[in-house]
C-alpha cells in the first residue's frame, strides 16, 4: 500500500476533508506544465468583444429605453395605430385618426390628430408600450410630445394608468398652440405597475395634432438623454467588452436594398430620423414579428456613445452595396456604388473628423465635440463571392486612400468552411484585407473539435476576426453544454491571439416572447435580465484576460472520451499568471500544475469557477444565477501543486508572483 493510498483511506472516513485531501494526494490525471520564463506573445487586447444587433426586440423594446412602441405613428398601412387605443371618457365625443398632410418633418410623415367636438372627461390615446409599461414607485419618467392645436390653444392630460385605471402618475401640458412644437413633462410616480398604460387626453374642444409621444425612465445608463435601459446597459458593461460590433447583422443588409440599415437616417434629432422596418420580421417563417420596426431612436450616436461610456472600440458595420444573400439577394452595379463608398467615408469623418468638418460638426451638434477615435469599420456583413469581393476592393481602395488610420473588416461568408469561406480568404488574402470575419453557429461538437482551429492559421495574412458564433444545442437551449464547448474553444482563441484578434458571441439580446433568434447571450423581459451560462464564460474570459500569452502543454492520462482544455496567460504589470481551464466532463478531473520561470508565488491563489450539476443546467428569470461564477481562495499553490477542477466546469485560477 503506498503512502497516497494510505493517506487517502485515512480520510475516506472523513467526508469533509476527502475532496482537498484527494486531490493533493492522488496521482495526477492530468499534468498542466506553463512556462511563465517564455511568453509566447501578446494576447490581442481586443479579443474579447460583443456583437449589438436589432434582433429579438434588443433595440426598442429594449436597450434602447423608450416605452413607447409606435411612438410616431409610423409603422406601416393599417399597423400605424398598432400599439395605441381610443380612449373615450364619459362625455366625451370625437373621433381619432393618422393625418399625413402638413406633417412634423418628411422623415416623419404620419401623425395622431384627434377631432374634440365634447372633451367630457377627456378623448384620447392610450398606449401600453410593449406589452406593458413597467413603472416603479418613486421614479420619474420623461414624457415628451411634439403637438399642435388648429383651433386655438389647447390642454392635455397625462397620465400613468395602472391595470386597475388608477393613476398613478400625472402632468399637464398647457397652451398647445397652432404650430408644430416640442412640450416636455417630468412625471413622478405614485404606485408601481409592471403592466402600466401611457394615457393622453384632450381637455379641450377642437383639433390636435400629436407626434413623437414619448416616455423614458429618468434613470438610463448614465443618465444620458434618449438613453439606453440601465439594467442591460449594464449587463453589457460588465462583460468588459474591447469592442461593440453594431448595428448587424443581416439589419445591415436589408431584406432588400431599399430595406438596409443606412447609418445617416439614425442620427441627428430623434424626431427627423426616418425608421424603418425590421428585416426580422419576415427573416423566420416559424417566428414572424409583422410589427417589428426600428425607430432608429438607437442609432449611430448613441452607439458611439455607449461605446464610450463602457471603453469599448466601436465596430461599426456597413452596407457594401448588396442586400441579404439568403433573401432577396440585391447588388448595387459597380458603377452606382459611389454614393456607399462616401457613405463610408463620411461615417469616418462623424466619428473621426473635427468638429469643424461638415459630418464633425454634426457629432458636436448632438453633444459630442471630441472625436469617438473609431479604428475599425467592417464592409459588408455576411457576404460571399464574387460581388461582394470585387465591392469590397472599391471600398478598401478609397478607405485607405483617405482614412488609412482605419482598420477594415471584411467578411467570409456565412459558414467556417467550405466553397464560399476557402474563396473568401484565397481572395481577401490576395487583397491584402486587415481582418477577416468569419461567423459560425455550430453544436458543441463543433466547438470542443475545434478548439485548435486556429493553431495552424497563416501568422502572415490577415487577422481574424469570429464576429458571430455561438454553439447550438440540438434542444435549442442556452445551457452548461453549450457554455463548457464555447469555453473550451475560446482557449483556442487565446492561444492563437496572435491571428485572432477579435470575437465575439452572437446574438447578444432576445426579449422572452418577441424573438425569432433562440441561442442569445442575455434575456430579458420588460423589467428584469438575466445573462445564460455563456454569458459568464464570456465574462469570465474578458475580465480575466492576461497580456502575454504563457505556453501551456497538457498530458491527460485519463481513458475517458472528455478532453481538458486550459490556457495560461500573465499580467504583465502585476506579474500575476492566470489560468483558464475548462473540465466538460462528468467526473472531476485533479491536474498537477507545474509552473516554471517565476521568481517568488504567492501559496495563496484565487479561484473563480462556473460549474453545474449538469450540462442541460440553465439560468431564467427564477433562477437567474443557478449558473455563475463563484470566487474563492485556494491554498498550497507553489511551482508543483495538484488542484482539482469540479465536473461541468470553466475555471480560472489567479495566481500571484513577482512581476
Ligand atoms: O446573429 C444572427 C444572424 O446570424 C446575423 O444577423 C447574421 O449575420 C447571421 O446569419
Redesign the pocket.
Known amino acids: 500500500m503506498n503512502f497516497a493510498y494510505r493517506v487517502l483511506r485515512c480520510y475516506l472516513a472523513l467526508p469533509g476533508l476527502v475532496l482537498f485531501t484527494l486531490a493533493a494526494g492522488a496521482a495526477p490525471q492530468v499534468t498542466m506544465s506553463i512556462d511563465a520564463g517564455k511568453p509566447v506573445h501578446s494576447v490581442s487586447p481586443n479579443l474579447y468583444g460583443v456583437f449589438f444587433?436589432d434582433?429579438n426586440y434588443a433595440a426598442d423594446g429594449g436597450l434602447y429605453a423608450e416605452m413607447i412602441q409606435n411612438r410616431s405613428f409610423e409603422f406601416a398601412g393599417k399597423d400605424a395605430l398598432f400599439g395605441w387605443t381610443q380612449v373615450e371618457r364619459e362625455g366625451a365625443i370625437g373621433s381619432l385618426s393618422i393625418e399625413t398632410e402638413r406633417p412634423l418633418n418628411k422623415n416623419n410623415p404620419h401623425y395622431l390628430r384627434m377631432a374634440v367636438a365634447d372633451a367630457g372627461e377627456g378623448l384620447g390615446v392610450a398606449n401600453h408600450g410593449f406589452n406593458g409599461i413597467p413603472i416603479k414607485q418613486g421614479s420619474n419618467y420623461l414624457f415628451s410630445v411634439h403637438a399642435r392645436a388648429l383651433n386655438g390653444v389647447g390642454n392635455l392630460s397625462v397620465e400613468l394608468v395602472n391595470t386597475k385605471g388608477k393613476t398613478i402618475g400625472a402632468a399637464n401640458i398647457v397652451g398647445v398652440n397652432p404650430g408644430w412644437n416640442k412640450y416636455t413633462s417630468v412625471i413622478r410616480a405614485s404606485g408601481t405597475e409592471s403592466n402600466a398604460s401611457l394615457v393622453i387626453v384632450a381637455r379641450t374642444v377642437g383639433t390636435m395634432d400629436l407626434d413623437m409621444i414619448s416616455l423614458f425612465p429618468d434613470d438610463t445608463f448614465k443618465k444620458r438623454p434618449n438613453g439606453l435601459r440601465g439594467d442591460l446597459a449594464q449587463m453589457v458593461a460588465n462583460l468588459k467588452p474591447s469592442f461593440v460590433r453594431f448595428p448587424?447583422?443581416?439589419?445591415v443588409e436589408g431584406k432588400d436594398l431599399a430595406n438596409r440599415y443606412r447609418w445617416k437616417d439614425t442620427v441627428g434629432d430623434v424626431a427627423e430620423r426616418k425608421g424603418n422596418w425590421n428585416r426580422w420580421q419576415s427573416a423566420m417563417s416559424e417566428a414572424p414579428a409583422p410589427q417589428y420596426y426600428q425607430s432608429y431612436g438607437l442609432g449611430f450616436y448613441e452607439f458611439f456613445q455607449f461605446c464610450e461610456d463602457i471603453g469599448a472600440q466601436p465596430l461599426p458595420v456597413l452596407n457594401c452595396g448588396m442586400s441579404c444573400q439568403f433573401q432577396d439577394n440585391q447588388l448595387v452595379p459597380m458603377e452606382d456604388l459611389e454614393p456607399y463608398v462616401q457613405d463610408a467615408l463620411d461615417l469616418i469623418e462623424f466619428a473621426n473628423g473635427s468638429e469643424y468638418t461638415p459630418w464633425g460638426a454634426k457629432r458636436a451638434a448632438m453633444g459630442h465635440p471630441e472625436p469617438f477615435r473609431m479604428k475599425f469599420l467592417a464592409i459588408g456583413?455576411?457576404q460571399w463571392g464574387d460581388d461582394y469581393v470585387a465591392r469590397y476592393e472599391k471600398f478598401a481602395a478609397a478607405i485607405k486612400a483617405k482614412r488609412p488610420e482605419i482598420r477594415i473588416i471584411a467578411s467570409a461568408g456565412?459558414d467556417p468552411s467550405g466553397e464560399k469561406f476557402n474563396n473568401a480568404w484565397t481572395n481577401l488574402v490576395a487583397l491584402k484585407a486587415d481582418i477577416v470575419d468569419e461567423?459560425y453557429?455550430k453544436p458543441p461538437s463543433w466547438f470542443f473539435s475545434n478548439a485548435g482551429r486556429y493553431d495552424n492559421y497563416d501568422r502572415n495574412g490577415p487577422s481574424v476576426f469570429a464576429g458571430?458564433y455561438a454553439a447550438h444545442t440540438s434542444s435549442r437551449r442556452n445551457n452548461l453544454e453549450a457554455a463548457l464547448s464555447e469555453a473550451a474553444f475560446m482557449t483556442g482563441l487565446e492561444r492563437n491571439s496572435d491571428v485572432v484578434e477579435m470575437a465575439s458571441y452572437?446574438?447578444l439580446f432576445a426579449r422572452q416572447g418577441f424573438t425569432q433568434?433562440d441561442i442569445d447571450l442575455i434575456w430579458f423581459d420588460k423589467s428584469s435580465t438575466y445573462g445564460t451560462p455563456s454569458y459568464y464564460v464570456q465574462q469570465l474570459f474578458s475580465c480575466n484576460r492576461g497580456d502575454i500569452l504563457l505556453p501551456t502543454t497538457l498530458s491527460d492520462t485519463r481513458k475517458t472520451k472528455s478532453q481538458f482544455f486550459a490556457t495560461a496567460s500573465r499580467n504583465v504589470k502585476t506579474g500575476q499568471v492566470i489560468i483558464k481551464a475548462v473540465n466538460p466532463g462528468e467526473d472531476s478531473v485533479n491536474v498537477e500544475i507545474l509552473l516554471a520561470g517565476l521568481i517568488s508565488i504567492n501559496s495563496k491563489g484565487q479561484s473563480i469557477v462556473l460549474s453545474g450539476k449538469s450540462v442541460a443546467d440553465e439560468n431564467s428569470f427564477k433562477e437567474p444565477v443557478k449558473i455563475a461564477p463563484v470566487t474563492d481562495t485556494f491554498g498550497g499553490v507553489s511551482s508543483k501543486f495538484h488542484y482539482r477542477f469540479k465536473p461541468y466546469s470553466v475555471t480560472i485560477l489567479r495566481i500571484d508572483a513577482a512581476p
Open positions: 444587433e434582433i448587424g447583422g443581416c439589419i456583413n455576411e456565412p461567423h453557429y458571430e452572437a446574438p433568434w
